[in-house]
T-cell receptor, first 115, second 115 residues
Framework: GNSVTQMEGPVTLSEEAFLTINCTYTATGYPSLFWYVQYPGEGLQLLLKATKADDKGSNKGFEATYRKETTSFHLEKGSVQVSDSAVYFCALRGNYGGSQGNLIFGKGTKLSVKP | KAGVTQTPRYLIKTRGQQVTLSCSPISGHRSVSWYQQTPGQGLQFLFEYFSETQRNKGNFPGRFSGRQFSNSRSEMNVSTLELGDSALYLC??????????????FGSGTRLTVV
């Protein structure tokens, strides 16, 4: 079945450091890929998405490229801020011949950014 | 526009009781999904409703059920509560045509504690 594996945290960085959170997936067909962010006490917010191979999603300085050859969708940011401290979830949504499945999430990676 | 609204935000119930959680989607959104979030299992899909019909269901026991009304508002019910049902329950809505590319918009969740 479909699954998502992301690096375990927590990840602790200093402000302005470079961030990479690894995400790999297993899926049949051509899933859509997402990164969601969850701030303390809140629900999930869509950070970025990519719907086909080689697509790059980007938002708020974060980027991720859909790599079908390596089944990966790693999240990167060149310079993190304290306000980026949150839990990040990689997710996929299967595409079954025009019928879309539910979101499947990774376990989440907690990021803490120190001033 | 108003986001996804979940009520109540917090709930404490006793083992064996039942509980009903409510979700009002973004105006115009006809698809509503429910997810359970726990520290051990992460985010797991419960079910999805569209136009008052359950379209998809996750791997949860029959004690978990849901429904959707004609105004797209949704409720989920858990009967005979167990301690392991303590979790954050998240509702997400989407326009069906957007879902594949934009994922879902999540509410802030209902934190259920079973004692």
């Amino acid at each position: 079945g479909n699954s998502v594996t992301q690096m375990e945290g927590p990840v602790t960085l200093s402000e302005e450091a470079f961030l990479t959170i690894n995400c790999t997936y297993t899926a049949t067909g051509y899933p859509s890929l997402f990164w969601y962010v969850q701030y303390p006490g809140e629900g999930l917010q869509l950070l970025l998405k990519a719907t086909k191979a080689d697509d790059k999603g980007s938002n708020k300085g974060f980027e991720a490229t859909y790599r079908k050859e390596t089944t990966s969708f790693h999240l990167e940011k060149g310079s993190v801020q304290v306000s980026d401290s949150a839990v990040y979830f990689c997710a996929l949504r299967g595409n079954y011949g025009g019928s879309q499945g539910n979101l499947i999430f990774g376990k989440g990676t907690k990021l803490s950014v120190k001033p | 526009k108003a986001g996804v609204t979940q009520t109540p935000r917090y709930l404490i119930k006793t083992r064996g009781q039942q509980v009903t959680l409510s979700c009002s989607p973004i105006s115009g959104h006809r698809s509503v999904s429910w997810y359970q979030q726990t520290p051990g299992q992460g985010l797991q899909f419960l079910f999805e409703y569209f136009s008052e019909t359950q379209r998809n269901k996750g791997n949860f026991p029959g004690r978990f059920s849901g429904r959707q009304f004609s105004n797209s508002r949704s409720e989920m019910n858990v009967s005979t509560l167990e301690l392991g049902d303590s979790a954050l329950y998240l509702c997400a809505s989407s326009l069906v045509s957007e879902a594949l590319n934009y994922g879902y918009t999540f509410g802030s969740g209902t934190r259920l504690t079973v004692v």
